[in-house]
């Protein structure tokens, strides 16, 4: 687990301990490390937290959230295959909807052993509706609410919403992630042909 974010509760008790009083979340999210200048949000730019992993390193750890309310890390979403990791602010807004059912239509020409996994911060239960409302069944859901551990890990928590930014990642059978692309106006959809071609280059 080891992302930042599991760690809040335990930060916040040693402070009032050590201060006789608790910092708020919004000053420990700000000591966390921040990215500039790479989205924006109808031209006005947007803070990321947490560090943004490279092409060519191993996927970080995160546990979510699934429709069941069941916790699982990204570990059991790839489990030795070829994940597609796409996150979104939100599922109930136009652009999120479109990029998850365009993946879900995209996914019956992809092999057997790669999945698709969309992760937003929308509760579990909103993101089953949803996708039972859009017949989605080959792309798979999961939550970041409860704990931040996925937007912190990945380097894709907008600070000024709390909302998760809009990216792309492809992750090798080895965990190794081998293409990735961090959206950079949230309101734009992703390549969706670059994610098909760098799976596809994987065997997938």
């Not at 910092?23 to 000591?31: E, G, N, T, V």
């Not at 609410?145 to 380097?155: N, P, T, V």
């Not at 909302?163 to 309101?187: K, N």
Request: charged share 25%; glycine share 8%.
């Amino acid at each position: 687990m080891g992302s930042a974010s599991r760690l809040l509760p335990l930060i916040l008790v040693a402070a009032a301990v050590c201060a006789c009083q608790s910092p708020s979340p919004r000053r420990i999210l700000d000591r966390l490390p921040r990215q500039e200048g790479l989205v924006q949000l109808r031209g006005q730019p947007v803070t990321l937290l947490g560090r943004l992993p490279e092409v060519g390193e191993a996927a970080p750890e995160a546990v979510l959230v699934d429709r069941s309310m069941t916790e699982r890390s990204l570990h059991d979403y790839r489990d030795g295959g070829i994940l597609i990791l796409s996150s979104v602010p939100s599922l109930d807004t136009p652009v999120c909807s479109r990029q998850t059912a365009t993946f879900n239509e995209k996914a019956a020409a992809l092999a057997p052993d790669v999945r698709i996994l969309t992760v937003s911060m929308d509760l579990p239960m909103a993101q089953a509706r949803w996708c039972g409302a859009h017949g989605v069944e080959r792309v798979e859901t999961a939550s970041d609410y409860r704990y931040w551990d996925f937007g912190l890990a990945w380097g894709l928590r907008i600070r000024e919403s709390g909302l998760l930014a809009r990216a792309v990642f492809v992750v090798d059978r080895e965990g190794r992630i081998v293409w990735r692309q961090v959206v950079p106006e949230l309101t734009r959809e992703p390549d969706y042909e670059a994610v098909l071609a760098a799976a596809a280059a994987l065997g997938g």
